[in-house]
T-cell receptor, first 114, second 115 residues
Framework: DAGVTQSPTHLIKTRGQQVTLRCSPKSGHDTVSWYQQALGQGPQFIFQYYEEEERQRGNFPDRFSGHQFPNYSSELNVNALLLGDSALYLC?????????????FGEGSRLTVL | AQSVTQLDSQVPVFEEAPVELRCNYSSSVSVYLFWYVQYPNQGLQLLLKYLSGSTLVKGINGFEAEFNKSQTSFHLRKPSVHISDTAEYFCAVRGAQGGSEKLVFGKGTKLTVNP
């Protein structure tokens, strides 16, 4: 049973560029959430997708956008990259119902912005 | 809104010693509480969770935590640690009602187990 898979695992971009990160949820899960984990910090909620719609959003600018596909996989897009966007981006999957808040995390995509 | 405070950023202990990692939370509504562990260069793995019922929760790898509503705490304990427990530990909270999907994490506690 495959867990949550994310790609790419590492990438380097320069300021102003755009990046797309990808996530496949754990088998049987229908909900995907994205978190940003800056160095030395806990993960911070970016947004959550269910039924191909953004259901809830954290305190992140519109430069951060996402998408969920019919097979439940998801993408995170970040435009106009800033140095401060350097972080580990974690994808987490879960079941919408019953919703116990338990998340299964991937190993993350580490983004470095130069 | 919820918030989490992990009172210790680093906790060094010797192998086979007991350990307690402290977590306090703030919320105006009832909550679900979680502890996650993150090994170097990996994602987060759920250690244990409190949803309702017994306030003493047992998790994987011999860890347990106690929910204390009056003190708004959810401290993590292990009676005897191993070298392999060296990792970063995150406490997290979310509202128990629907419509509050996100987990709010603390800043983490780095546990180092020394031989």
């Amino acid at each position: 049973d495959a867990g949550v898979t994310q790609s790419p695992t590492h990438l380097i971009k320069t300021r102003g560029q755009q990046v797309t990160l990808r996530c496949s949820p754990k088998s049987g899960h229908d909900t995907v959430s994205w978190y940003q984990q800056a160095l030395g910090q806990g993960p911070q909620f970016i947004f959550q997708y269910y039924e191909e719609e953004e259901r809830q959003r954290g305190n992140f600018p519109d430069r951060f956008s996402g998408h969920q596909f019919p097979n439940y996989s998801s993408e995170l897009n970040v435009n106009a990259l800033l140095l401060g966007d350097s972080a580990l981006y974690l994808c987490a999957s879960s079941l919408f119902r019953p919703n116990t808040g338990e998340l299964f995390f991937g190993e993350g995509s580490r983004l470095t912005v130069l | 809104a919820q918030s989490v405070t992990q009172l210790d950023s680093q906790v060094p202990v010797f192998e086979e010693a007991p350990v307690e990692l402290r977590c306090n939370y703030s919320s105006s509504v009832s909550v679900y509480l979680f502890w996650y562990v993150q090994y170097p260069n990996q994602g987060l793995q759920l250690l244990l969770k409190y949803l309702s019922g017994s306030t003493l929760v047992k998790g994987i790898n011999g860890f347990e935590a106690e929910f204390n509503k009056s003190q708004t705490s959810f401290h993590l304990r292990k009676p005897s640690v191993h070298i392999s427990d060296t990792a970063e530990y995150f406490c997290a909270v979310r509202g128990a009602q629907g419509g509050s999907e996100k987990l709010v994490f603390g800043k983490g506690t780095k546990l180092t187990v020394n031989p």
